[in-house]
C-alpha cells in the first residue's frame, strides 16, 4: 500500500484542519496571557498551528508548503485566533478539554509528518525526526516568540516530545517491517495519544543529567 492511501484525502484533510484548529487555540491562549494584541494573537495562532508543517515541507521539498496553497489551513487557525479573542475566558475553563485535543493533535502530526516524510524519499531516521518536529516544531516556535524557554526542553513539564517520538518511531518500524496500513498508522496515533495522556495525569517527566550538582536556581 502507498503511504497517501493509509486515509481518504477527506478524511486526511479532516484531522488535519482538528489538529490545526487545536494547536492554534493553545497558541492564541498563550498570547492572550502575554497580553499580546489582536495581531499577535492571529501570529502566534498560525505559527502554533504550522510551524511543524511547514519546516517539514520546506526540508522535504514540498514546496510550496500545504499551509500556502490550501486556504483551509491557513483560515483555520485565524477562526481559532477569533474564538480565543472574543471567548477567551471561556476557553481558559475548558483548558483541560484542549489538552486531550492537544495531544491527539500531537499524535496525528508525529505520524502524518512521519509518513509524508518517507514518501518524499527520506530513509527511515530522517522521517522520524520530521515527524517529531511536524508535532512540536510549532509549540516550540510559539514559546520562542512569547520570549519563553520551549516547554519541550524544561525538566518540570510533562513528558510532550516522548510521546511524539514513540508515535514516529512506530511508524518507522511497521514500515521497515511492511506493516504499515491505516489499523497499525491509527495504532501509532493512539499509542501517542495516550502516552501523552499519561504523561499529563501522572505527571511523567524526562529524568535530568545523571549525578546532577549543579547550583543554578531552578526555574
Known sequence: MQLQQ????????????????VFAISGALLAVRKNFDVFGIGVMAEVTALGGGIFRDVIIGAVPPAAFTDLGYFITPLIAALVVFFLHPHVERIQSAVLVFDAAGLGLFAVSGTTKAYSYGLNLTASAALGLATAVGGGVLRDVLANEVPSLLRWDRDLYAVPAIV????????????????????????TAFVLRLLAMRYH????????????VREE
Open 6 to 21: 493509509l486515509f481518504s484525502p477527506s478524511v486526511q484533510h479532516t484531522l488535519d484542519v482538528i489538529g490545526i484548529f
Open 167 to 190: 508515535g514516529a518511531t512506530t511508524v518507522v518500524l511497521c514500515i521497515r517491517y511492511d506493516a504499515l496500513n491505516p489499523f497499525t498508522s491509527g495504532l501509532a496515533v493512539v
Open 204 to 215: 511523567w517527566r524526562a529524568p535530568r543529567a545523571w549525578n546532577r550538582r549543579s547550583t
